[in-house]
């Protein structure tokens, strides 16, 4: 087999692109994830009080359930707990709405991420608006 020469070393043009890809992607992610964590839930909301009393429940059914409701009533449990203890975690949308907005239009034109695709994933017209990404672009 043939030795390849030795590499070619980046350029800080290139490093430095990178980089760019590498923050603005991190930003539009943590907005988006953030978006999809605080998406409000259909149906009643639920309360510190009303998980308590779930879970007592699931304590007393469990002594009588057969296996297989055993284990959906554990991971239920498991569900009620970790629901539990992000229930009173904030996430300052204002700042990650700012962020977002001074990457977006970039990420998106580097990606070729259209309105359209924003939209579908939540984003609301007035934070594209803000960020200069119009119906058009």
Do not use: C
Not at 108 to 131: C, F, H, M, N, Q
């Amino acid at each position: 087999m043939a030795k390849r020469g030795p590499k070619s070393p980046m350029s800080d043009a290139h490093k430095a692109a990178l980089a760019t890809g590498r923050t603005e992607g991190k930003v539009v992610r943590g907005y988006l994830e953030a978006l999809r964590a605080n998406k409000p839930a259909r149906g009643r909301k639920r309360t510190p009080d009303s998980i308590a009393k779930r879970l007592t429940a699931i304590d007393n059914e469990i002594v009588s359930a057969d296996a297989v409701k055993e284990l959906r009533l554990v991971q239920e449990r498991i569900d009620l707990q970790a629901e539990l203890a992000t229930m009173g975690t904030v996430v300052d949308m204002g700042a990650l709405e700012a962020e977002f907005v001074k990457v977006a239009k970039a990420y998106g034109e580097r990606t070729g991420v259209s309105y359209a695709a924003w939209r579908a994933v939540g984003i609301d017209p007035t934070v594209l608006k803000a960020a200069g990404i119009t119906r058009s672009a």
